[in-house]
């Protein structure tokens, strides 16, 4: 840090000239330290430093990353910002640092490092830092350095760790892993100690068991599948403690400074040495001492061991003093039991588990067939072990290799054995029998010796190591039980099944509870998640009945409306259709349903739809809508006006008696209004119309649209009449009786009876 801070001060870097150094870490912890390292012992330069890393707003650092001179980043967010943000430039750039180089430069972040290198000025100061330093030629030419110079502190050492630094393993078997863990805080209960885990899944369900359990020291989880304010909580929280268990992945393996960690625990065994050696310099730091346990399997222990050997780390292995020793088996079982989430994180770390070792390239440390899974499932408090699709797949292949082993060898039996044809089949299966015990017996040889062994092989070298280490493994009972066990007669038994039924079905689809493991993107360092899924034990004719019938969903297509109407044209089919009876029994016609119009070009379309002649057919339609639904207004004005005019009459009449006043619209005209007046003249269209509507309407026919400006007229006069005093009542009346008058006249009548009010 300090060699950045110089090297930009020798150069008067200010501001204005934008990125001078950049320092890419493998973690987000390491970087975020490093700038509060940066923070510490450059406030007094004048430079701006930015934290660059994933997690945070990228909005935020968008804005300042241009005008900053030190940026400590993770290598996908520099990326990002590289091909995202607009003015970005490092070609100013005097100086790189790679922390943990090695992690940096290897294959996982090696297409982004490329990238990143890409984007870089030719001339610059090149820094790699790492406890476990790359010498790859390869490695080097990527940065296009000149004249690399290697420093070593430890090159010539006895040791590569820390003298201060007191290292030590054990060996138990997978199933104890939990109860020693657990039985190593409760005797630890003053110490800060780091637990490394292999998976994010299995820091998960540790953190949820032990939280639920309270060993009495306070447990922190720090893992990649955490968000990051979660994850920097996490750090500081555990800077801060004095004495605290923080569970880890290996993201916190590499460089991160947490002041006096007392103990390293390995609980999972480290992918190779060079892991190791970082995971346990978390402890022993500077002048302070230290000390680190590692659990190994029976199945790892030979291979790492002679790793660390070649490494020149100095381990003792110790073991454990069964006073101690606590069980929490049954206590995560009842918590299993009351809790589906909690019993569903147990699942999930069993299958996490299982794939981080599945995966490990080193396959002389890693045997996963080796694992006792049932009872692995059992220590996390699992009634049975969740199923894991890869390894039963691997198995299958295992066991194909076997099988067609087997198949060559009875066909040299046979041959030998032709002259004995008369055997029995009784003597034949104890023959198999006899051979299958052989042959196992030779593949335990075999895959002793290759990497990736079978499962079946691993009993005696779990012997073995039972024999070298650890007092707690319950290994004799449990062989004993697998030789008597009825696996060993069911694969005989298997393969005369496959002799005569090669494709048989299998036996795992039987099984009753069963779970699926599929990718999971949520997780930094598991793929996998359990999904619960229930197998119902079925028969061979459910079976097929189930696969005509999804074979039957797969095919069937969504129905659209317009598949469907495409299928009655083509089929001719007829759709059905309404009608409606009335009480005697006879069709209602509705008029608006049935098509009115029929154009003789429409006939001649054969099949198909012509537009032109469509919107012909729609427009006629369209017409005779609107003439239907103006004769049915009319029609209800009528009744309406035909109803108000019959009240009147039955109100007149009983005031009244039948008597009609001649002179009234005459006696109601205002004095000296000639507008008035005139507009209140018989309107010979109104006389004339009045006799035909008048008769139709007596004959209940439908009125004329003329009708309407007389109507309006008419009204027009009453409110004249309103205005002049009069009382509307009156003048509806008028307008009534003037109808009801008129009806009784003659043209001739009319036209005198006009003459003389113009003339008054
Ligand atoms: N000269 C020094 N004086 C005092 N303390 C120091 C000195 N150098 C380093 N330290 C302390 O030693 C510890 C480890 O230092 P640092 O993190 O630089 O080591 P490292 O080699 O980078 O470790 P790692 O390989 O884990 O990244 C830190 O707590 C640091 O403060």
């Not at 110790?318 to 569903?344: M, T, Y």
Request: charge should be negative; proline fraction near 3%; glycine fraction near 4%.
């Amino acid at each position: 840090m300090s060699q950045v801070l110089e090297c930009l001060y020798h150069q008067r870097w200010s501001q204005l000239d934008g990125l001078g150094a950049l320092i890419i870490t493998p973690t987000r912890e390491l970087a975020y330290q490093i700038f509060q390292v940066l923070q510490k012992i450059g406030f007094k330069h004048d430079f701006s430093a930015g934290l660059v890393i994933g997690g945070k707003f990228i909005r935020d650092e968008t804005k300042r990353i241009n005008n900053t001179n030190i940026v400590i980043c993770t290598p996908g967010r520099l990326l990002q910002h590289m091909d995202e943000t607009f003015n970005f430039s490092a070609d100013n750039l005097q100086i790189l640092v790679l922390d943990e180089a090695d992690r940096i430069l290897d294959l996982g972040f090696q297409d982004t490092m490329n990238a990143i290198i890409s984007n870089l000025p030719e001339n610059r100061q090149t820094l790699l830092f790492s406890a476990t330093q790359t010498k790859s030629v390869k490695d080097l030419a990527r940065l296009s350095l000149k004249d690399p110079m290697y420093v070593s502190v430890h090159e010539n050492a006895a040791h590569s760790t820390p003298t201060q630094l007191a290292q030590s393993y054990l060996v138990c078997e997978l199933h104890q892993k939990l109860d020693l863990l657990w039985s190593f805080i409760k005797n630890h209960l003053k110490s800060k100690i780091m637990v490394f885990l292999s998976s994010c899944k299995q820091v998960k369900y540790v953190y949820e068991a032990f939280r639920k359990l309270r060993p009495g020291n306070s447990v922190i989880a720090l893992h990649g599948g955490m968000n990051q304010l979660k994850r920097v909580d996490a750090y500081n929280m555990f800077c801060r403690k004095q004495h605290a268990v923080l569970l880890a992945t290996d993201i916190a393996a590499r460089g991160l400074d947490f002041p006096a960690v007392h103990w390293v625990v390995q609980l999972d065994c480290p992918e190779d040495a060079n892991t190791y050696i970082h995971r346990v310099g978390r402890t022993a730091r500077y002048e302070t001492g230290g000390e680190a346990l590692l659990i190994l399997l029976p199945s790892e222990e030979a291979a790492m061991i002679q790793l660390l050997e070649e490494k020149k780390i100095p381990i003792q292995n110790i073991k454990v003093n069964p006073k101690r020793w606590q069980s929490i088996k049954g206590k995560l079982e009842s918590c299993c039991a009351a809790d589906v989430h909690f019993k569903e994180m147990a699942q999930r770390a069993f299958v996490a588990y299982l794939k981080a070792v599945f995966l490990m390239s080193d396959k002389k440390v890693f045997k996963v067939h080796a694992l006792d899974t049932e009872q692995f499932a059992s220590s996390l408090g699992l009634a049975f072990p969740p199923r894991v699709r890869f390894l039963q797949k691997d198995k299958k292949r295992l066991e194909a290799k076997q099988v067609a082993k087997d198949a060559s060898l009875m066909q040299n039996v046979d041959s030998e054995s032709k002259s004995n044809s008369n055997e029995s089949d009784f003597s034949e299966r104890n023959k198999l029998l006899q051979i299958d015990q052989f042959e196992n017996s030779q593949n335990n040889e075999d895959s002793d010796r290759e990497s990736g062994s079978d499962n079946e092989s691993d009993n005696e070298s779990d012997n073995e190591s039972d024999d070298d280490g650890s007092e707690t493994c319950p290994s004799n009972q449990k062989d004993i039980e697998k030789d008597n066990s009825p696996n060993q007669v069911t694969k005989s038994e298997k393969h005369l099944e496959k002799k005569r039924n090669p494709t048989g079905s299998t036996e795992a689809a039987k099984e009753v509870l069963q779970f699926q493991v599929e990718d999971d993107d949520d997780d930094g360092d598991s793929l996998f998640q359990v999904k619960k899924r229930i197998d119902p034990v079925i028969s061979d004719e459910d079976e097929k009945e189930c696969a005509v019938t999804l074979e039957k969903a797969k095919k069937a297509k969504a129905v659209t409306k317009a598949a469907v109407a495409r299928k009655i044209h083509k089929k001719n089919l007829k759709v059905n259709t309404k009608i409606l009876f009335n009480e005697e029994g006879e069709v209602i016609q509705d008029p608006l349903r049935t098509r009115q119009t029929v154009l003789p070009e429409e006939e001649a379309c054969d099949g198909g739809i012509n537009i032109d002649v469509a919107k012909k057919v729609m427009q006629q339609e369209d017409k005779v809508d609107k003439q239907m639904f103006r004769e049915r207004i009319k029609k209800q004005h009528k009744e309406e006006r035909m109803k108000s005019k019959a009240a009147r009459r039955a109100e007149d009449a009983r005031r009244k008696g039948l008597e009609v006043e001649d002179e009234e619209p005459v006696a109601h005209l205002p004095s000296g209004d000639e507008d008035a007046a005139i507009d209140l003249l018989p309107d010979p269209d109104l006389i004339y119309g009045r006799k035909d509507t008048g008769t139709s309407s007596e004959d209940g026919e439908n009125s004329s649209e003329e009708d309407e400006p007389i109507n309006k007229r008419a009204r027009v006069s009453v409110s004249n009449e309103d205005s002049a005093g009069s009382e509307s009542e009156d003048g509806d009346e008028e307008e009534d009786e003037s109808e009801d008058e008129n009806d009784g006249l003659t043209l001739e009548d009319n036209e005198e009876l006009a003459l003389k009010l113009l003339q008054s």
